[in-house]
């Protein structure tokens, strides 16, 4: 059983099966405040899909994009989570989820999955359409500023077939859950535990506000 944890948009948390049922959801649509919220949400899906933490097996952790200071929270979640249990961490691209749920209710490719990374830009990705039950990416997840992005998305399409743009505010953890599953079932998802998942990076996609100073200060006496 897959516990899947993302918080790229706002926090979300759902315990979902390995045949990928899911048994137990909960949400929250704040951008903020996730570290308050996090471990109730965890709570809340376990106690919905009536399992405790030994029946977890995997724990999938959406790794964005997403602003920096929320994402890193539900990737740190995922670990500790993981760490306590002994159980594998699988890496999961928010976008992909995303792709697959709008891909699961009947839209075709290509789409770019749109969400909003603040300051005026967005992040996006597009996707060509499932193979094997798995979004195919024609782009990589990347940045691009408010007013430029539907030109950006009309150049990457052909005339005749043009880029649909998605614009996503939520990300659903069933669905990362889900694509979890499917990662694990086609051997794609390495079954790393959470001591050795250093190669899975977040995809932030631009730096921390906060940085460490080049040079310490000299202090006079």
């Known amino acids: ?7 790229s948009l706002g926090s979300a948390v759902a315990v979902v099966d390995l045949d990928g049922v899911t048994r137990g959801e909960a949400s929250s649509p704040n951008a903020l405040g996730h570290a308050e919220i996090i471990g109730t949400l965890i709570e809340g899906a376990l106690a919905e899909a009536s399992v405790t933490p030994r029946d977890i097996t995997h ?11 929320g994402l890193r929270i539900g990737i740190a979640a995922a670990r500790t989570f993981a760490l306590a249990r002994a159980v594998p961490v699988i890496a999961v691209a928010s976008h992909d989820a995303a792709a697959l749920a709008e891909f699961e209710a009947d839209a075709s ?8 990374a603040r300051r005026r830009e967005f992040a996006y990705t597009v996707y060509a359409g499932l193979a094997e039950g798995l979004p195919v990416r024609t782009t990589e997840p990347a940045l691009a500023p408010r007013d430029d992005l539907d030109a950006r998305l009309l150049s990457l399409g052909l005339l005749a077939n ?3 743009r998605v614009d996503v505010t939520s990300i659903s953890a069933g669905a990362l859950g889900r694509l979890a599953g499917r990662m694990l079932a ?33 202090v006079g006496v």
Not at 59 to 69: S, Y
Not at 187 to 192: E, N
């Open 1 to 7: 059983m897959i516990l899947a944890i993302d918080t």
């Open 59 to 69: 724990v999938a952790a959406g790794m964005g994009p997403g602003p920096f200071t």
């Open 109 to 116: 490719g290509p789409i770019a999955i749109v969400t909003d």
């Open 162 to 164: 043009p880029v649909q």
């Open 186 to 218: 086609a051997g794609i998802a390495a079954d790393r535990h959470a001591g050795d998942d250093s190669s899975a990076e977040p995809l932030y996609l631009r730096s921390p506000d906060v940085t460490l100073g080049h040079a310490p200060k000299r």
